[in-house]
């Protein structure tokens, strides 16, 4: 790329963030006068804060999403491409409901419905998200006692989260390479056969779990011992005392002053678990169907099949499986409950 052509971006750059600075001022001015000077509103200052993050979201949030709705309702792939207009009506893109339909009838990808690939998230991701609490929690609880370098121990855990997930992942792929693989090397030295982690169905995905598992674990650690530091030791001193025994002051103490980190923790969790494209994504180069999940389905639909429309109405299909799945757990366990009362 030659200096002219930098500069030239950078240009645009910086008249687009001139052009937004330029918009929040007018935005903000509006309402000073409207809810200062005119109405005298009482809370005025707080949705003066809120209204430019309140607009960032509508533009890059919810104008993308209510695109994608349109799409969904329309025939747009590479043979019918371009603006699809309001549900493809003048272009007679047209289909109605006929891509949600499809979702659950004809297969997703090449042989694969959407029920397979539903029951393979759902595996994929209890199993992941019952490892990682189960580890975090361990380590956390182990963290937690006094010990001689601490610091070095969690800093050392820490370091799979602060690698950039592509260049982890990248390795990953290499290490689980059949004939100059560290891990099938390991075996070797144990005297076990060489398994072939990329191109056996099963031992992909425990490939796929095993490094996400190593990713995600060091996330639940310290979101959990952030828990931990939170409670008061006069607790576990007064149970000590009563002759309760560390099992059950785990049971009785411990988990339930847990309970508010572990709710959102586990919701984050399960939906970042649950549309994690780059683990099935980099740890499935032979794109085998029994380790795709629902996210990577619907990228080979929108980029490799190019059926845009159908891939529009899979992912409304998948957001409001987490929409639902979100609600139900909220209202289950009743960690919001406080907020309201």
């Known amino acids: 790329m030659s200096l002219d052509a930098v500069a030239t971006a950078l240009g645009q750059v910086g008249l687009t963030l001139v052009a937004i600075a330029f918009m929040v001022a007018v935005l903000e001015g509006g309402l000073y006068l409207l809810l200062v000077r005119i109405l005298r509103y009482r809370n005025a200052v707080p949705i003066m804060l809120v209204a430019p993050a309140a607009v960032g979201l509508t533009v890059l949030i919810v104008y993308p999403l209510l695109w994608e709705l349109n799409v969904s309702f ?42 397979q690939l ?4 759902v595996l994929w991701t209890a199993s992941n998200v019952t490892l990682h609490v189960l580890g975090g929690l361990a380590l956390a609880l182990l963290l937690h006692r ?11 855990i820490v370091l799979p989260w602060a690698i950039p997930q592509v260049i982890a992942l990248l390795v990953w792929r290499t290490e689980f390479n ?35 598992v190593w990713l995600g674990i060091p996330f639940m650690m310290v979101i959990i011992l952030g828990g931990l530091q939170s409670i008061s030791a006069d607790y576990y001193e007064a149970a000590e005392m009563d002759g309760a025994s560390s099992s059950q002051a785990f049971r009785h103490i411990t988990l339930p002053l847990l309970r508010p980190v572990l709710t959102p923790a586990i919701i984050l969790g ?37 059926r845009y429309g159908d891939a529009a109405a899979f992912a409304f299909v998948v957001f409001l499986l987490l929409l639902v799945f979100t609600i139900v757990y909220i209202r289950f366990t009743g960690s919001l409950k406080g907020a309201y009362e």
């Not at 539903?118 to 998230?121: A, R, V």
């Not at 006094?146 to 050392?156: D, E, F, N, S, T």
């Not at 494209?277 to 099949?305: K, W």
């Open 118 to 121: 539903l029951g393979q998230t």
């Open 74 to 115: 329309t025939k747009m792939s590479l043979r019918n491409f371009g603006d699809p207009g309001f549900l493809g009506l003048s272009r007679g893109w047209f289909v109605g409901f006929e891509n949600y339909t499809q979702v659950f009838k004809d297969p997703v990808l090449k042989l694969t419905g959407f029920w």
């Open 270 to 306: 399960t939906v970042w678990t649950f549309n994690n494209i780059n683990v099935p994504f980099f740890i499935n180069p032979n794109e085998l169907e029994t380790s795709d999940i629902l996210v990577t389905a619907i990228f080979r639909q929108a980029f490799q099949y190019n």
């Open 178 to 212: 059949f004939e100059f693989g560290a891990v099938n090397q390991l075996l070797g030295l144990a005297g076990i056969e060489p398994v072939r982690w990329l191109s056996d169905p099963f031992w992909n995905f425990l490939a796929m779990i095993i490094t996400n």
């Open 146 to 156: 006094r010990m001689r370098g601490k610091g070095i121990y969690r800093a050392l």
